[in-house]
Nanobody, 118 residues
Framework: QVQLVESGGGLVQAGDSLRLSCVAS????????MGWFRQVPGKKRIFVAA????????LYAESVKGRFTISRDNAKNTVYLQMNSLKPEDTAVYYC???????????WGQGTQVTVSS
């Protein structure tokens, strides 16, 4: 099992930046893919970005391309989501996820709230 702990959320104004962190512990070698998702009340959780520990391949949702950057620090078992030029529609709870491959996420963090005011 892999445990995931997110941090870095908060309240910012439109145009500001935030960096989210996700620290993974446990059997991290069994989960090569790491992803960020977000969810607003009453809606489905949606994909934001993903990266692999092994190669570092990245994938982004169209809505965040050019504004968000996902990265990882293998030595610290930490994945980051750098969010720039934030918009009010980026407001959501952001979740970190891990899985054996991209799209097959089976471990989730508790989430961190990001609120962007206009």
């Amino acid at each position: 099992q892999v445990q995931l702990v997110e941090s870095g959320g908060g309240l910012v104004q439109a145009g500001d930046s935030l960096r989210l962190s996700c620290v993974a512990s446990g059997r991290t070698f069994s989960r090569d893919a790491m992803g960020w998702f977000r969810q607003v009340p009453g809606k489905k959780r949606i994909f934001v970005a993903a990266i692999t520990w092994s190669v570092g391949n990245t994938l982004y949702a169209e809505s965040v391309k050019g504004r968000f950057t996902i990265s990882r620090d293998n030595a610290k078992n930490t994945v980051y989501l750098q969010m720039n030029s934030l918009k009010p529609e980026d407001t959501a709870v952001y979740y970190c996820a891990a899985g054996p491959s991209e799209g097959a996420y089976d471990c989730w963090g508790q989430g961190t709230q990001v609120t962007v005011s206009s």
